[in-house]
């Protein structure tokens, strides 16, 4: 499993060759358009903003959120510590960068505040957006692991 995303718009590479159905909990089936990298702002306990990169995400218009996945993050050497109230995911990558990032829950689910970054050739497009991701390269590069 890998991170479900709804809004093309925000992928920065989009590989077709890879839409594959995948089943679900429920015996449900998605079906994926593509798949592709994500990159999001956040802000870390520290109160640094950070750039995450997500490869491997799946284009699934038709969810009615975007769904990180904890086992895919564990995978990629992620701590994540549950807590009453809130998780909390520590950060390490391959070029040892760390952080701290926090997820409230709401109604049973968690949820992390973050702000996608459009594709430069999303066309959707505003000035803040394009001087965004001229600004916020990527801070944490999460490896690919392979399955």
Known sequence: MTY?????????SYDTALA??????????????????????????DGTIRT??????????????????????QEKCMKLVFDYCAMTIHLH??????GILEA???????FLQCIFILSPSSPIQSPLVANL????????????VSE
């Open 4 to 12: 479900i995303i709804r809004d093309c718009s925000i992928f920065w």
């Open 20 to 45: 594959t159905p995948v089943s679900t909990a429920n015996c449900g089936m998605l079906t994926i358009l593509a798949c592709g990298e994500v990159r999001f702002t956040v802000n870390q306990m």
């Open 52 to 73: 995450i990169c997500l490869h491997d995400c799946l284009h699934v218009p038709n969810v009615p959120i975007n769904l990180l996945s904890v086992g895919s993050m």
């Open 93 to 98: 990558d391959c070029t040892g960068n760390e």
């Open 104 to 110: 409230a829950f709401i109604h049973r689910l968690l």
């Open 133 to 144: 991701t001229e600004l916020l390269p990527c801070d944490v590069i999460l490896p690919v």
